[in-house]
Nanobody
Framework: VQLQASGGGTVQAGGSLRLSCAASGRTLSRITTGWFRQAPGKDREFVGNIRRSGSGGSTNYADSVKGRFTISRVNAKSTVYLQMSSLKPEDTAVYYC???????????????????WGQGTLVTVSS
């Protein structure tokens, strides 16, 4: 599967932005998809993920974004979205999407458990 993240931009603190992760080569409805981010000078970190549809499509979020970010999926478009609200300057980062490797627990937050990384999209939150 090939992934393409898009939708980044510059937004003021308190604002909202929606990122998209579009897939080609395989439908995302059958794969757990994760979002990660990497701020300047920092390691890439888990943001959240959405479980494959066949297992209920549950979501899982990092504590830092819980209640502010929402992950959803439109199966017909094979696209996963990251809706970000109440954005803070510390949310500034390059955001990436990736899919869970086969036979891996969907609750993992380890970057190494995900593959097929798309190119990232930059989100800048100004204060």
């Amino acid at each position: 599967v090939q992934l393409q993240a898009s939708g980044g931009g510059t937004v003021q603190a308190g604002g909202s932005l929606r990122l998209s992760c579009a897939a080609s080569g395989r439908t995302l409805s059958r794969i757990t998809t994760g979002w990660f981010r990497q701020a300047p000078g920092k390691d890439r970190e888990f943001v959240g993920n959405i479980r494959r549809s066949g297992s209920g499509g549950s979501t899982n979020y990092a504590d830092s974004v819980k209640g502010r970010f929402t992950i959803s999926r439109v199966n017909a478009k094979s696209t996963v979205y990251l809706q970000m609200s109440s954005l803070k300057p510390e949310d500034t980062a390059v955001y990436y999407c990736a899919v869970l490797r086969p036979n891996t627990n969907w609750g993992t937050r380890q970057m190494s458990d995900f593959g097929s990384w798309g190119q990232g999209t930059l989100v800048t939150v100004s204060s």
